[in-house]
């Protein structure tokens, strides 16, 4: 039974083997001394529904995720496009058998996922949201409150630690629940995490959306500065940084060129504030106007010829 396999040619060849084909080769003159070989590499078969495309490299699931308590032996059940009856019903026996924790966090996650694809945000936010909302979970410092609230506060968030903070009004707008329990969890969680987050300032927003708008970088800069020195200032006691940077983009835009005005009320929805939210900050900086621009602007209108409200 101990019979050692080489070529008959070149006896003291180090035989190679051929995964693909399955054999072993001489490599001194390409003889095929063995044959059906088993191939201990990765099997990347898929076993996918057909009609789902059925070319993912997949082959025992997803890997450990540390956030669901039974991960490391347990099985997913995925119910995709085209699947029988017979897999729904699987998949929903999975999900009973699951213990509460565990099940909270999946929908927790799947919700993160849904909404962060929906405003385009990296994967390490939405990782940084599910370990947020994990803490949240052994905390039981919310246990209660909606699944779905507790997970956009949470995105909400990670956003700010990440430095790409969004507005209540932004992550709401991707959400099925109201910004007030949003609000509310965001509040309840950082009480209850004693989370440390970075203050926003007007800047943080700028750039995105003077980039919506379709404004140049001259205007952002000059915005900016507009609106870090009515902070400065003690112009806008009582606003939000939102309604500050809205109001800035809208004083900097109409002392710009004519193509690159914007109204109030196009600012506004891009900033998540109202039209009349924007004015009436805007009216806070109009009478200090010549003092909140940069020194070097490019005026084309006059700074007494810019509009009073």
Known sequence: MNVQVQCQYHPNAHLIEDHRAGDLVCPECGLVVGDRLVDVGTEWRSFSNEKSGGNDPSRV????????????????????????????????AQRKNMNNTDRQMSQAMSVIREMSERIHLARSIQDMAAKIFKDVL???ALKGKNNEAQAAACLYIACRKEGVPRTFKEICAVSRVS???????????????????????????????????GLPHDIQSAATRIAKKAVELDLVAGRSPISIAAAAIYMASNASAQANRKSAKEIGEIAGAAEVTVKQTYKLLFPRARDLFPADFNFKVPIELLPSS
């Not at 085209?82 to 998949?91: C, E, I, K, N, P």
């Not at 004693?194 to 980039?211: H, K, P, V, Y």
């Open 61 to 92: 699931g997803a890997p450990e995720n540390p956030l669901l308590g039974g991960s490391d032996l347990s099985t997913s059940i995925a119910v995709g496009f085209g699947s029988s009856d017979g897999d729904q019903t699987l998949a929903n």
């Open 179 to 213: 910004k007030k329990e949003i609000g509310r969890c965001f509040k309840l969680i950082v009480k209850s995490l004693e989370t440390n987050l970075e203050q926003i300032t007007s800047a943080d927003f700028m750039s995105r959306f003077c980039g919506n708008l």
């Open 138 to 140: 052994d905390s039981k």
